[in-house]
């Protein structure tokens, strides 16, 4: 089976599995997109939305989270890992959107990556989910996966996307990189039983997953 073939099995399954794909962060525009995919390094997307109600209460634009004191948002954030830190990105990112873009979140690679905490992964999400622009975060579940199913050779997510972008047609990103992502959660876990994991057996029958 080619490289090709593969791909084109996995984008079959994954539209039947997951024929919608909502957004795993809630938010209600841009600006709390983007404060909860920074919020979410290295934190599961329930704990992010267990916090964000309270913060997006008392800071649910630019404005009102630049106004904030640094401890303030800390304390509206601590339940999540690296809270000092994103506290601080928060902040900063804030006033850089008033300084710079009016307090609008602006929709290029280039200007959200200049933001405080904010790397090429979450302006990727921004981009594909806020503003409905092709692009193709792979976060660890993307990465182990197309490894898994032998559609990269990637060291580094930087690779994976690079080599995710190619194989799979533009017009199936935005969805695409969900629907792998809401399967590894489901069928195939980084640690734990993979016996579900029907999309590793039809591509490798003799391999045990």
Same mark, same amino acid.
């Given at each position: 089976m080619?490289?090709?073939?593969?791909?084109?099995?996995?984008?079959?399954?994954?539209?039947?599995?997951? @024929?919608?794909? @909502?957004?795993?962060?809630?938010?209600?525009?841009?600006?709390?997109?983007?404060?909860?995919?920074?919020?979410?390094?290295?934190?599961?997307?329930?704990?992010v939305n267990e916090i964000t109600p309270k913060l997006f209460e008392v800071?649910?634009?630019?404005?009102?989270?630049?106004?904030l004191e640094e401890d303030e948002i800390k304390f509206l954030i601590k339940e999540i890992g690296l809270s000092n830190t994103k506290a601080k990105n928060l902040k900063?990112?804030?006033?850089?959107?008033?300084?710079?873009?009016?307090?609008?979140? @602006?929709?290029?690679?280039?200007?959200?990556?200049?933001? @405080?905490?904010?790397?090429?992964?979450t302006a990727s999400v921004v981009m594909s989910q806020a503003f409905g622009v092709p692009a193709f975060p792979v976060d660890?579940?993307?990465?182990?996966?197309?490894?898994?199913?032998?559609?990269?050779?990637?060291?580094?997510?930087?690779?994976?996307?690079?080599?995710?972008?190619k194989i799979f047609p533009e017009v199936a990103w935005n969805r695409l990189h969900l629907q792998i992502i809401f399967y590894g959660r489901e069928y195939s876990p980084a640690r734990g039983n993979r016996e579900k994991d029907f999309i590793t057996k039809m591509l490798f029958p003799n391999q045990s997953v």
């Open positions: 080619t490289k090709k073939q593969r791909a084109q099995i996995v984008m079959t399954e994954l539209e039947k599995l997951y @024929p919608e794909v @909502p957004v795993p962060l809630d938010h209600t525009d841009a600006f709390t997109l983007l404060v909860a995919v920074a919020l979410s390094a290295q934190t599961t997307d329930k704990k800071a649910g634009d630019p404005f009102k989270m630049a106004a900063k990112m804030a006033e850089m959107l008033i300084e710079k873009h009016q307090g609008i979140v @602006p929709q290029t690679f280039e200007e959200l990556e200049a933001l @405080p905490g904010v790397g090429h992964k660890t579940h993307i990465h182990r996966l197309m490894k898994q199913w032998k559609l990269t050779e990637g060291k580094n997510v930087v690779e994976t996307e690079r080599d995710a972008k």
